[in-house]
T-cell receptor, first 111, second 111 residues
């Protein structure tokens, strides 16, 4: 089955700097890669996703890149703001029931 | 956002007691899921159901049971066989495709 590894586990940046979180996956059949943001005690919220037929996707300050050959994908947040502070999860699947999540990255943006 | 309601938000279980977490969705989604989240870890799949009256075990089904008598409802029972039930439980659903939408979550604590 799929196995997803996520790094780093914690990340601290200064407001305005960029943040990058990386994930690797094991199953070459995976074709869908979402990223979720979770604030303490709240539900994970989808912030961006990418499918395997695309190499990069952007949405304002957030971008995701996918390297299928190397089986890794990354989340890039530019011009970070304090409200970006949260736990971010990556995931990979080719079917929702097979979705596997990374362990999460706790991002802290210092004002 | 919204459309998936979990209750209760907080629940306490005594030793040897079964408890049931409610999950209701009004999104007309076919598939529903239950995940468990432990501190500092990603989400692990307990059970999923793709249609009414059908459900399948996920990665960590032992000590849990579910039912899917209605499309809108997918309750999770944490039985006394689950020896370490303290966790944050998330219900989720999908219509078709891969995007998973989460409920607000339920905190379960053993007392």
């Amino acid at each position: 089955g799929e196995n997803v590894e996520q790094h780093p586990s914690t990340l601290s940046v200064q407001e305005g700097d960029s943040a990058v979180i990386k994930c690797t996956y094991s199953d070459s059949a995976s074709n869908y890669f979402p990223w979720y943001k979770q604030e303490l005690g709240k539900r994970p919220q989808l912030i961006i996703d990418i499918r395997s037929n695309v190499g990069e996707k952007k949405d304002q300050r957030i971008a995701v890149t996918l390297n299928k050959t190397a089986k890794h994908f990354s989340l890039h947040i530019t011009e970070t703001q304090p409200e970006d502070s949260a736990v971010y999860f990556c995931a990979a699947s080719n079917n929702p029931r097979d979705m596997r999540f990374g362990a999460g990255t706790r991002l802290t943006v210092k004002p | 956002d919204g459309g998936i309601t979990q209750s209760p938000k907080y629940l306490f279980r005594k030793e040897g007691q079964n408890v049931t977490l409610s999950c209701e969705q009004n999104l007309n989604h076919d598939a529903m899921y239950w995940y468990r989240q432990d501190p500092g870890q990603g989400l692990r799949l307990i059970y999923y159901s793709q249609i009414v009256n059908d459900f399948q075990k996920g990665d960590i089904a032992e000590g849990y049971s579910v039912s899917r008598e209605k499309k809108e409802s997918f309750p999770l029972t944490v039985t006394s066989a689950q020896k370490n039930p303290t966790a944050f439980y998330l219900c989720a659903s999908t219509l078709n495709g891969n995007t998973i939408y989460f409920g607000e979550g339920s905190w379960l604590t053993v007392v």
